[in-house]
């Protein structure tokens, strides 16, 4: 099983869709997680942190469900703009280790 | 400005030639990664460090090597002995604690011929 699963894609929407990806992982001693965007042919940025409580950030939200292994995305009013990978990602361990799901392409479309 | 930095940023090599890709930071960030991309695949870790002088192999660490002298420098080593090293490598960098993102270099395309 892997680390880091992710929804396999793409998601292909309109544009004003809303559209939600899932991720789960396999260490239960995970201790942070994230969600980061990555534009074709270029490095990873971050598009928010995910807190145990929820989090916004404008037209995203982010949930972590402890119990369930279980992180989800939800962008609302898709954009053209919007239309990129997006990967899980997970941090554990006294090492700092660094793991990536292996991503969900989305392709909002006019 | 404070950042990452790895160059070059396309790399070409004869089959059998080892090559070491650099890979600076100056954000005084305590751990390093190393991942490695291949067309339309996610990130796959290949070397990570926690602190200077110390390093963890990843998940595709074979064929590879890496040294971490100095904070500020990861340089990783593609040696002959990885079967297949065209691809897109990718260098982050964060503080140590927990809930501190990764940022990383612009990545180098590794060509080999």
């Known amino acids: 099983r892997k680390e880091v699963e992710q929804d396999p894609g793409p998601f292909n929407v309109p544009e004003g869709a809303t559209v939600a990806f899932n991720c789960t992982y396999s260490n239960s001693a995970s201790q942070s997680f994230f969600w980061y965007r990555q534009d074709c042919r270029k490095e990873p940025k971050l598009l928010m942190s995910?807190?145990?409580s929820g989090n916004e950030d404008g037209r995203f939200t982010a949930q972590l469900n402890r119990a369930s292994q279980y992180i989800s995305l939800l962008i609302r009013d898709s954009k053209l703009s919007d239309s990129a990978t997006y990967l899980c990602?997970?941090?554990?361990?006294?090492?700092?280790?660094?793991?990536f799901g292996a991503g969900t392409r989305l392709a909002v479309h006019p | 400005d404070g950042g990452i930095t790895q160059s070059p940023k396309y790399l070409f090599r004869k089959e059998g030639q080892n090559v070491t890709l650099s890979c600076e930071q100056n954000?005084?960030?305590?751990?390093m990664y190393w991942y490695r991309q291949d067309p339309g695949q996610g990130l796959r870790l290949i070397y990570y460090s926690q602190i200077v002088n110390d390093f963890q192999k990843g998940d595709i660490a074979e064929g590879y090597s890496v040294s971490r002298e100095k904070k500020e420098s990861f340089p990783l080593t593609v040696t002959s002995a990885q079967k297949n090293p065209t691809a897109f490598y990718l260098c982050?960098?964060?503080?140590?604690?927990?809930?501190?993102?990764?940022?990383f270099g612009q990545g180098t395309r590794l060509t080999v011929v």
């Open positions: 982050a960098s964060s503080l140590g604690q927990m809930n501190t993102e990764a940022f």
């Open positions: 990602v997970v941090k554990w361990g006294g090492y700092n280790k660094l793991i």
């Open positions: 954000l005084n960030h305590d751990a």
């Open positions: 995910v807190y145990s």
